[in-house]
């Protein structure tokens, strides 16, 4: 009798094989059994993997290949089969797509997750071999461990084929180890204080090398990335917030804090980063009666502190001015004290974050002058301390710890003041010997020459004969000037530069000379004469 066999070499690849055994009649003996028996090999199946896991473009996602081969290079005759492909992937490997080649053909698309028909009653010829692969795309979902191979399905990315020839079937299989999946990251964001709402800033990481990920985005943002150590950092948001540093949870261990962040693959982290509000201390400086300066006449500089942070301040504020030096200082209030042309004022206010207690204020009375006159001058002030570390006492602050700059100019105060003389016609006289005696410059009396503060000058066009001597300040009048009354203008000026001048009219006075004298003669009556 013959007899046909399915021999299993292993689990990646069997065998057909025909087998003829002869055996002798009932009662007569066989010398030599041991060439009683023949086979053959006709079909030989094998399964392997040729590629992959290879990653895609899309996170956790990737593509693997098997090649099933039919193997009838050794027959002599054609094998009819069928051939069935079986994938049982571990729980954490879900099949989004497969197709399939024969001998190098065009790929055909395989439904849903298997199992897949790849041949029914096809025939492979003698001496040849029918090729397969069979390509599948599966996603990693989950964070658990690289799930390897057992040789049993649900284990790694187990696939297994069967062949049916000659009503016989058998099994062949596959596999490789499931990826883990990649990295998890969420970035949150925690506002602690005041009225900002988290998603107003923007949460980035970022990671280095030649490849660089970014994932970037507001609280909440997550995504897959690929395994390395990324950069945490935060933008944009209001004014009035700490920069935080990041807490980062990896797979529900206990938080690490830092501003980096390390992942391995099926990590899944989540980093927070709270901003808690600060106080924000905003330095402003006014002059009571905006404008101008007046030498002599005392004027008031305001210091307002104004916290615009989300939290109260703490600790004590100091806010330093130094004063020009043209300009006196008068009685401070208290909490201020002057150091030369320094004042500081200090201050444990606590300031809220809202009105009304959020402003503090200081009046720092100054009087310009007179070397102050005509010039413009300029200062700030500066705030420090009350629990804003962005307005160190030394050192580079930020710009709202220092007001705008007050430039005023400063008026001269020229006053002259009039005067009046009176001269006798005829007669050389000086009626008026200094007309700037009862005059001031700036505060100071008037005086001329080299040494003085003041010049003088005519203005305008004088009379004849009446004269201003510039140096001494006389106003003379010649003999030949005739009675009456006239009214002269001088100018006054101080010797800052630019000048400041002012003028003035004074009136002289010249009268006539008519002084009669009596006399006495005597006439003789009746006698014409002159007595």
Same mark, same amino acid.
């Given at each position: 009798?013959?007899?046909?066999?399915?021999?299993?070499?292993?689990?990646?690849?069997?065998?057909?094989?025909? /087998?003829?055994?002869?055996?002798? +009649?009932?009662?007569?003996?066989?010398?030599?059994?041991?060439?009683?028996?023949?086979? =053959?090999?006709?079909?030989?199946?094998?399964?392997?993997?040729?590629?992959?896991?290879?990653?895609?473009?899309?996170? !956790?996602?990737?593509?693997?290949?098997?090649?099933?081969? =039919?193997?009838?290079?050794?027959?002599?005759?054609?094998?009819?089969?069928?051939?069935?492909?079986?994938?049982?992937?571990?729980?954490?490997?879900?099949?989004?797509?497969?197709?399939?080649?024969?001998?190098?053909?065009?790929?055909?698309?395989?439904?849903?997750?298997?199992?897949?028909?790849?041949? @029914?009653?096809?025939?492979?010829?003698?001496?040849?071999?029918?090729?397969?692969?069979?390509?599948?795309?599966?996603?990693?979902?989950?964070?658990?461990?690289?799930?390897?191979?057992?040789?049993?399905?649900?284990?790694?990315?187990?696939?297994?084929?069967?062949?049916?020839?000659?009503?016989? @079937?058998?099994?062949?299989?596959?596999?490789?180890?499931?990826?883990?999946?990649?990295?998890? #990251?969420?970035?949150?964001?925690?506002?602690?204080?005041?009225?900002?709402?988290?998603?107003?800033?923007?949460?980035?990481?970022?990671?280095?090398?030649? !490849?660089?990920?970014?994932?970037?985005?507001?609280?909440?943002?997550?995504?897959?990335?690929?395994?390395?150590?990324?950069?945490?950092?935060?933008?944009?948001?209001?004014?009035?917030?700490?920069?935080?540093?990041?807490?980062?949870?990896?797979?529900?261990?206990?938080?690490?804090?830092?501003?980096?962040?390390?992942?391995?693959?099926?990590?899944?982290?989540?980093?927070?980063?709270? !901003?808690?509000?600060? +106080?924000?201390?905003?330095?402003?400086?006014?002059?009571?009666?905006?404008? @101008?300066?007046?030498?002599?006449?005392?004027?008031?500089?305001? #210091?307002?502190?104004?916290?615009?942070?989300?939290?109260?301040?703490?600790?004590?504020?100091?806010? /330093?001015?130094?004063?020009?030096?043209? #300009?006196?200082?008068?009685? #401070?209030?208290?909490?201020?004290?002057?150091?030369?042309?320094?004042?500081?004022?200090?201050?444990?206010?606590?300031?809220?974050?809202?009105?009304?207690?959020?402003?503090?204020?200081?009046?720092?009375?100054?009087? +310009?002058?007179?070397?102050?006159?005509?010039?413009?001058?300029?200062?700030?002030? /500066?705030?420090?301390?009350?629990?804003?570390? @962005?307005?160190?006492?030394?050192?580079?602050?930020?710009?709202?710890?220092?007001?705008?700059?007050?430039?005023?100019?400063?008026?001269?105060?020229?006053?002259?003041?009039?005067?009046?003389?009176?001269?006798?016609?005829?007669?050389?006289?000086?009626?008026?010997? !200094?007309?700037?005696?009862?005059?001031?410059?700036?505060?100071?009396?008037?005086?001329?020459?080299?040494?003085?503060?003041?010049?003088?000058?005519?203005?305008?066009?004088?009379?004849?004969?009446?004269?201003?001597?510039?140096?001494?300040?006389?106003?003379?009048?010649?003999?030949?000037?005739?009675?009456?009354?006239?009214?002269?203008?001088?100018?006054?000026?101080?010797?800052?530069?630019?000048?400041?001048?002012?003028?003035?009219?004074?009136?002289?006075?010249?009268?006539?000379?008519?002084?009669?004298?009596?006399?006495?003669?005597?006439?003789?009556?009746?006698?014409?004469?002159?007595?």
């Amino acid at each position: 009798f013959i007899a046909v066999s399915i021999l299993v070499v292993s689990p990646s690849a069997w065998a057909v094989t025909n /087998r003829a055994t002869i055996a002798a +009649p009932g009662g007569i003996t066989d010398p030599d059994s041991n060439n009683n028996a023949a086979s =053959a090999t006709s079909l030989v199946m094998s399964k392997t993997v040729t590629s992959g896991p290879t990653a895609t473009a899309v996170p !956790n996602q990737y593509t693997i290949v098997y090649e099933i081969k =039919a193997d009838n290079s050794t027959s002599a005759a054609a094998l009819t089969y069928n051939l069935t492909d079986t994938p049982a992937f571990s729980a954490n490997a879900t099949i989004n797509s497969a197709s399939y080649t024969k001998n190098g053909g065009s790929a055909q698309a395989l439904s849903g997750s298997g199992p897949w028909n790849l041949a @029914t009653g096809a025939t492979v010829a003698a001496s040849a071999t029918d090729t397969y692969r069979v390509s599948v795309t599966f996603t990693v979902n989950g964070t658990s461990a690289a799930s390897t191979c057992t040789g049993s399905s649900g284990n790694g990315l187990y696939n297994a084929a069967s062949m049916t020839v000659g009503g016989d @079937t058998a099994s062949v299989n596959a596999c490789a180890t499931t990826p883990r999946p990649m990295p998890r #990251l969420t970035l949150r964001k925690i506002v602690s204080g005041g009225s900002a709402a988290a998603n107003q800033w923007t949460l980035t990481a970022t990671n280095t090398g030649t !490849n660089v990920v970014a994932l970037t985005g507001t609280t909440g943002v997550n995504g897959s990335i690929p395994a390395a150590t990324y950069s945490l950092t935060e933008s944009g948001g209001p004014s009035g917030y700490n920069a935080g540093t990041y807490s980062c949870v990896i797979n529900a261990n206990p938080a690490v804090s830092g501003n980096t962040v390390t992942l391995a693959a099926g990590d899944v982290a989540v980093c927070t980063v709270t !901003n808690t509000g600060v +106080p924000v201390l905003n330095m402003a400086k006014t002059l009571a009666a905006p404008g @101008t300066l007046t030498v002599g006449t005392q004027a008031t500089y305001n #210091l307002a502190v104004t916290n615009a942070g989300t939290a109260s301040s703490s600790g004590t504020i100091i806010v /330093r001015d130094t004063i020009p030096t043209n #300009l006196t200082i008068g009685t #401070l209030p208290t909490g201020c004290t002057a150091n030369g042309q320094l004042v500081t004022c200090t201050s444990n206010t606590v300031l809220t974050a809202t009105a009304p207690g959020n402003t503090l204020s200081f009046a720092i009375p100054v009087t +310009p002058t007179a070397a102050a006159a005509g010039t413009s001058i300029s200062n700030t002030a /500066r705030v420090s301390g009350g629990g804003d570390s @962005t307005c160190p006492e030394t050192g580079a602050a930020e710009a709202h710890c220092t007001s705008s700059s007050v430039a005023v100019t400063v008026n001269a105060v020229i006053s002259p003041v009039t005067e009046s003389g009176t001269a006798v016609a005829g007669t050389a006289s000086t009626p008026i010997a !200094n007309v700037a005696a009862n005059d001031s410059v700036n505060g100071q009396q008037a005086t001329l020459g080299a040494s003085g503060n003041a010049t003088i000058a005519t203005s305008g066009t004088w009379p004849a004969g009446i004269t201003l001597n510039t140096g001494t300040g006389a106003i003379s009048v010649a003999a030949s000037v005739p009675p009456g009354t006239y009214n002269v203008t001088y100018q006054l000026c101080d010797k800052n530069t630019p000048v400041n001048c002012a003028t003035m009219i004074d009136t002289i006075t010249v009268t006539a000379s008519i002084s009669p004298v009596t006399e006495s003669g005597t006439a003789v009556a009746g006698t014409a004469s002159t007595p």
